[in-house]
């Protein structure tokens, strides 16, 4: 065999070594095994070399001593590298941003930034990383290998880094603050979006229609809207949604759990965001003002159908005849006037109300579009396929199919509610 010829492979990431026993240690990187035992402190290693240099830390073979916190060392060379965590001594340097490191290896690693030098392939996918360490982690996507268990709810994680985060979860440590708010947060990932609630920076923008966002996650959300893409499906009735969050909210339709509380009059909502409109009915707060006319409005989709009157915007065209309209909610009952032997799930409807914490219902169905349409069209609605106003607004219409009376329609007003959205007269919830 010639010599530095690596003929031994790993079988899980084909990793190649010139000796077996370099294969035989490498090997336990991937399985967690670590059979050699400190006799002193019970740590373990995957290799007897490292539990030989680590025994020298018991010994008394540490001549070098740190006069700051002494911390022993083997080597002259390792106590001057430690020393610079006292000192702040960074003493290589960025040639072109000018950043400065505590050691050589930090800077080379940093100078791929530059760069854009990513040496680590993984050949499966054959995605490329600037560090072996992050093709080491992303290896284990595919190998689903997570030697990183947690102490407390045995969760495993592909990352120390992630264990380090969850276990924040059991100790409820936040150690990121924002020096404008003073919220904290457990990750520093978490910091950086909220900062960008003050500082209004948003990064993230859609290519198709150019709105931006302060997180990537939002993004990807969004670019459902185009798609209309809806992987997040319900087991119990197969509705779909485009993010995590609204299937959740959704489940509690089933559930009948209202989790969030009015502090004020107890009242309880399946969804925060509910539950922070329902709080502006006892503080009295309009946060949405007009900037045409300084009108304010309690929800953000209230101001929304407002400012239309100033535009004469008309963005909902009847599929039927040339009519236009400034609300989802007349359009869907002039439809239904074309034909009233259809039902309402023949037209463009939206679905039913289930937002997410992050959403505002622009145009809802209202008790008066409801009214109108059993007055009218004589027909049996499904209303899982309408978005209501409130959840409660569905709620309160299943309970019983002769929900509304005969004088309750009639009394109705058909007009889309005035600019202050006021709930019709025999619906009053706050």
């Known amino acids: 065999m010639d010599i530095g010829e690596k003929s031994f492979e790993c079988d899980i990431c084909n990793e190649r070594f010139s000796q077996k026993g370099q294969l035989t240690v490498h090997s336990r990187s991937h399985t967690g095994e670590k059979p050699f035992e400190c006799n002193i402190c019970s740590v373990k290693f995957d290799s007897k070399f490292n539990l030989t240099v680590h025994l020298r830390v018991h010994s008394d073979d540490n001549s070098f001593k740190c006069d700051f916190c002494d911390k022993k060392f083997i080597k002259r060379n390792n106590l001057l590298i430690h020393l610079r965590v006292h000192t702040g001594e960074k003493p290589f340097e960025c ?5 400065k490191f505590n050691y050589r290896f930090d800077l080379r690693k940093h100078e791929r930034v530059h760069t854009g030098e990513k040496p680590f392939e993984c050949h499966i996918c054959k995605g490329k990383f600037s560090q072996k360490g992050q093709l080491t982690i992303h290896f284990r996507s595919h190998t689903g290998e997570k030697p990183f268990e947690c102490n407390n ?5 592909n990352s120390r880094t992630d264990l380090m985060v969850h276990e924040r979860v059991h100790t409820g440590e936040k150690p990121f603050e924002c020096h404008f708010c003073k919220n904290k947060f457990s990750q520093k990932g978490q910091l950086t979006v909220h900062l960008r609630v003050h500082t209004g920076e948003k990064p993230f923008e859609c290519d198709i229609c150019f709105k931006k966002f302060n997180a990537k996650f939002d993004l990807t959300a969004h670019l459902r809207v185009h798609t209309g893409e809806k992987p997040f499906e319900c087991e119990l009735c197969d509705k779909k949604f ?11 339709i089933h559930s009948g759990l209202k989790p969030f509380k009015c502090d004020i009059c107890s009242k309880t909502f399946i969804s925060r965001i509910d539950l922070n409109r329902h709080q502006l009915v006892h503080t009295g707060e309009k946060p949405f003002e007009c900037d045409i006319c300084k009108a304010k409005f309690r929800q953000k989709g209230q101001l929304t159908v407002h400012v239309r009157t100033h535009t004469k915007e008309k963005p909902y065209k009847c599929n039927i005849c040339p009519k236009k309209y400034c609300k989802k909610s ?3 009952r002039h439809l239904l006037k074309h034909n009233e032997d259809k039902s309402i799930e023949e037209f463009d409807t939206s679905e039913r109300f289930v937002k997410s914490e992050d959403e505002y219902v622009d145009d809802p169905v209202t008790l008066a579009d409801i009214g109108v349409i059993k007055k009218e069209c004589k027909i049996e609605l499904d209303y899982d396929e309408l978005q209501f106003d409130s959840p409660d607004t569905l709620l309160g219409i299943k309970q019983e199919d002769n929900y509304f009376t005969d004088r309750e329609i009639n009394n109705v007003d058909t007009q889309p509610f005035n600019d202050t959205h006021e709930t019709p007269h025999f619906w009053k919830t706050e």
């Open 95 to 99: 040639n072109i941003c000018l950043r």
């Open 242 to 252: 485009g993010k995590k969050n609204s299937l959740t909210v959704h489940l509690r």
């Open 330 to 332: 007349v359009l869907t």
């Open 153 to 157: 709810c045995s969760m495993k994680f």
